[in-house]
């Protein structure tokens, strides 16, 4: 049977074998998709080994994104831009990357009726999470594509990739001063338990709050969104299962039905 991995460490709590099992059972694809813990040192070489033992393909995530880059023989365009690869496909002795979690986020957005095309959207963060989306974003044509990170330079140099007068690099006190209608959390400030300095009245003014991190609770930047009555707050799982979807598609060519894995995730959650 095609064997397909996702290597990471930690790694016990990926949800992608049940999410790419659940896929692969709705189209009846053979598949055999496992979660690996790496080494931080044997990343290389367990994907040789895998290679070796009929391996089609792996998702890659914390901390081997850099290193799958350095890695493959090909890269897409949108992987390069990142800097990062979570999709690695093995064909014919070479490796290919690709990088979807911007697939992810756009797909849910869309999912949940979030208007991109000519809006003006607020990404917060400068991290790889950030800077693995901002392509997708812009292909969506919005009016502008505004970054803000506690350390501006971060920001602009994500910026400064971008041959595209929608894009610019901000402070997050520079939000003060604009108007946004979607605003991203792409920043870890919630994980450690610290609030994003963005004023209620800038959270007010969207239509959209994002947070790329999901959970059994809301995160508090939703909390804070939805206290404030912004119409849409989507959290991150929808993402999650939206960037296996892309994954799932380069390897078999089949767009599997991301609802019925979302719900019943959703129901997991602990
Ligand atoms: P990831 O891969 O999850 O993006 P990362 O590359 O370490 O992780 O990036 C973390 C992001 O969260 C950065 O944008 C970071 O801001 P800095 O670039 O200024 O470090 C942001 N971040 C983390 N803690 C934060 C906090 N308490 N307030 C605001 N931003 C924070």
Redesign the pocket.
């Known amino acids: 049977m095609d064997q397909y991995r996702v290597f990471g460490n930690p790694i016990a709590q990926s949800k992608s074998p049940f999410i790419h099992q659940q896929f692969a059972a709705q189209s009846k694809q053979l598949m055999n998709y496992q979660s690996e813990w790496v080494a931080l040192d044997q990343f290389e070489v367990t994907v040789q080994k895998l290679i070796a033992n009929k391996g089609k393909g792996a998702n890659v995530t ?1 901390p081997f994104k850099e290193q799958a880059f350095a890695l493959c023989d090909k890269l897409s365009e949108r992987a390069k831009l990142a800097g990062a690869v979570n999709t690695l496909i093995f064909s014919q002795g070479s490796i290919y990357g690709d990088t979807t979690d911007g697939i992810g986020l756009v797909s849910d957005l869309l999912r949940h009726q979030v208007q991109l095309q000519n809006s003006k959207i607020l990404l917060l ?6 800077k693995g989306v901002v392509q997708s974003l812009l292909e969506q044509s919005p009016k502008s594509l505004t970054i803000a ?3 501006l330079i ?1 920001a602009q140099a994500i910026a400064q990739q971008y041959p595209n007068d929608a894009i610019e690099a901000i402070t ?1 006190a520079d939000t003060e001063q604009i108007t946004f209608d979607i605003i991203i959390n ?4 919630g994980l ?1 338990g ?1 609030s ?2 963005i004023s209620d009245q800038t959270i007010k003014c969207s239509n959209t709050c994002y947070d790329m991190v999901y959970g059994k609770d809301q995160t508090a930047f939703l909390k804070q969104a939805q206290q404030l009555g912004v119409e849409h707050i989507i959290d991150g799982l929808g993402m999650l299962v939206g960037q296996a979807a892309a994954s799932f598609q380069l390897w078999t060519g089949i767009n599997p039905d991301v609802e019925p894995v979302l719900e019943s995730l959703r129901a997991q959650l602990t």
């Open positions: 914390a963060g400068a991290g790889g999470a950030a990170n506690r350390t971060k997050f792409a920043t870890s400030a450690s610290d994003l300095p």
